[in-house]
């Protein structure tokens, strides 16, 4: 949350589910969602078991060495997170030396890593918070929205942001070849249009409470 998640009735919604029925209907398709791993997706792209990611895929050029990507649809701050009592790590080049937890593969730990940090693997932002405050790892790299959404959830947790800096751009990748070029075309056209006619300020507001 606020990105992918299952609300009280265990529906799949979130601002990436939105954004996938907008292309969905715009290419004229029923979209058909497939739930796995965060490192698992963009392998399944690679794999044409997926036509397209929507799932806060940010853009790096190690990356557009191996997808074609779409424009951005969003665009993102990163924070870092450390417990209450921790006074040692303030900035990111604090994190030399130190450890982290992020999904695998994700641009976080790619970060975290080329900053000197040993990073441990896990799947969900939970369980990134839970080893945090068990003082299992020092800090975490993540996505804001999603940090103050969980800080929403759980007022009380032992943790704080300690810096918030640029995030990636977030695009839909699909796979590198001449057979997506009219696919992440015809993405671009909605997505531009969604800019345009504010369906995409709407859903930024919505789930992230600003622009």
Same mark, same amino acid.
């Given at each position: 949350?606020?990105?992918?998640?299952?609300?009280?009735?265990?529906?799949?919604?979130g601002?990436?589910?939105?954004i996938?029925?907008?292309?969905?209907?715009?290419?004229?398709?029923q979209?058909?969602?497939?739930?796995?791993?965060?490192?698992?997706?963009?392998?399944?792209?690679?794999?044409?078991?997926?036509?397209?990611?929507?799932?806060?895929?940010? &853009?790096?050029? *190690?990356?557009?060495?191996?997808?074609?990507?779409?424009?951005?649809? +969003?665009?993102? !701050?990163? $924070?870092?997170?450390?417990?209450?009592?921790n006074?040692?790590?303030?900035?990111?080049?604090?994190?030399?030396?130190?450890t982290?937890?992020?999904s695998?593969?994700?641009?976080?730990?790619?970060?975290?890593?080329?900053?000197?940090?040993?990073v441990?693997?896990?799947?969900?932002?939970?369980?990134?918070?839970?080893?945090?405050?068990?003082?299992?790892?020092?800090?975490?790299?993540?996505?804001?929205?999603?940090?103050?959404? &969980?800080?929403? *959830?759980?007022?009380?947790?032992?943790?704080?942001?300690?810096q918030? +800096?640029?995030? !990636?751009? $977030?695009?839909?990748?699909?796979?590198?070849?001449?057979?997506?070029?009219?696919?992440?075309?015809?993405?671009?056209?909605?997505?531009?249009?969604?800019?345009?006619?504010?369906?995409?300020?709407?859903?930024?507001?919505?789930?992230?409470g600003?622009?």
């Open positions: 949350s606020p990105w992918t998640y299952h609300d009280n009735n265990g529906v799949l919604t601002f990436d589910i939105e996938g029925k907008l292309i969905a209907e715009g290419l004229g398709v979209p058909d969602y497939e739930e796995v791993p965060w490192e698992s997706i963009l392998a399944g792209v690679d794999q044409n078991r997926f036509d397209l990611a929507c799932n806060g895929v940010g &853009y790096t050029e *190690e990356r557009a060495g191996k997808f074609n990507f779409s424009d951005p649809y +969003v665009y993102t !701050e990163a $924070v870092l997170v450390v417990r209450k009592d006074n040692d790590i303030n900035t990111m080049e604090d994190l030399k030396g130190k982290t937890s992020n695998p593969n994700s641009t976080y730990a790619m970060r975290a890593e080329e900053l000197g940090a040993t441990q693997y896990v799947d969900t932002l939970g369980e990134t918070m839970m080893m945090l405050e068990q003082g299992r790892v020092d800090a975490t790299i993540n996505a804001k929205g999603s940090v103050d959404d &969980y800080l929403r *959830e759980h007022p009380n947790a032992n943790i704080k942001i300690v918030t +800096v640029a995030g !990636e751009p $977030v695009c839909i990748p699909v796979r590198r070849g001449a057979e997506t070029e009219t696919l992440i075309a015809a993405v671009n056209e909605i997505l531009a249009k969604a800019r345009e006619d504010g369906t995409l300020k709407d859903l930024s507001e919505k789930y992230f600003q622009d």
